[in-house]
Each structure stands twice: as C-alpha cells, then as structure tokens.
C-alpha cells in the first residue's frame, strides 16, 4: 500500500491542525492506520491508531484528550485532528498501514509495521 501524509505546517501552541494519511489499499487489505511522530533526535513514537473496519481506537498517554483520530473509508483516508498543540509535539508526523488488526495499544509500536507515508513536519511554536 502506498500512503500520503499531509497537512502538516507551523502552529503557535494553543492551536489545531488536522493531518489526513491517504491510501492507495482498501479498508479490508489494510485495516490497521497509525500515526507516529519522530522528533529530532528522539525515537519515533507511536501517537495514534485507528481499525478501519470496527473504528476501534487507541492514543498514547500525552495527547489522548487532545488528538481526535477519524476514518472516511470511502475516501481511503485517515485524520489526525490536533488540538490545543504544544511544543512538545513538534515532530515528523508518518502515518503507517497494516494488513492485521492489532489489539489495544499494540498498535503503537512501530516495529509491527511494513507500510510508511514520506512524513509531514509539524512545528509548534511557543
């Protein structure tokens, strides 16, 4: 599968961006969409996922609250929407597929993914 993130841009905390990941596969091949965000010098982390089929979601510790993640299956995209966006969450934003569902919050570890789009920088300034 092929991905395209997007939407990635310069914030001042306190702001919003919605970041979409389009794919080239259906739902049914790659059920399984994540976010992952790697800042410099830092290890890539896993910030979000979302089944495509079932809309089962997980977030990680420091944006859930913050971070709302959305499917649209018929456009074979998958949102990011970032609230209230902080420093700290400056990073690299990648988005990654999977043929296998996974449950709970394994879905955020980068290592059971094959497929990932180029990256979009997101940048919050203070």
């Known amino acids: 599968v092929q991905l395209q993130a997007s939407g990635g841009g310069l914030v001042q905390a306190g702001g919003s961006l919605r970041l979409s990941c389009a794919a080239s596969?259906?739902?049914?091949?790659?059920?399984?969409i994540a976010w992952f965000r790697q800042a410099p010098g830092k290890e890539r982390e896993g910030v979000s996922c979302?089944?495509?089929?079932?809309?089962?979601?997980s977030y990680t510790d420091s944006v859930r609250g913050r971070f709302t993640i959305s499917k649209d299956n018929a456009k074979n995209t998958v949102y990011l929407q970032m609230n209230s966006l902080k420093p700290e969450d400056t990073a690299v934003y990648f988005c990654?597929?999977?043929?296998?569902?996974?449950?709970?919050?394994?879905?955020?570890?980068?290592?059971?993914?094959?497929?990932w789009g180029q990256g979009t920088l997101v940048t919050v300034s203070s």
């Open positions: 596969g259906s739902s049914l091949d790659y059920p399984l």
């Open positions: 979302i089944s495509r089929i079932g809309g089962m979601t």
């Open positions: 990654a597929a999977r043929a296998v569902r996974l449950a709970g919050r394994t879905c955020l570890n980068s290592i059971h993914y094959d497929d």
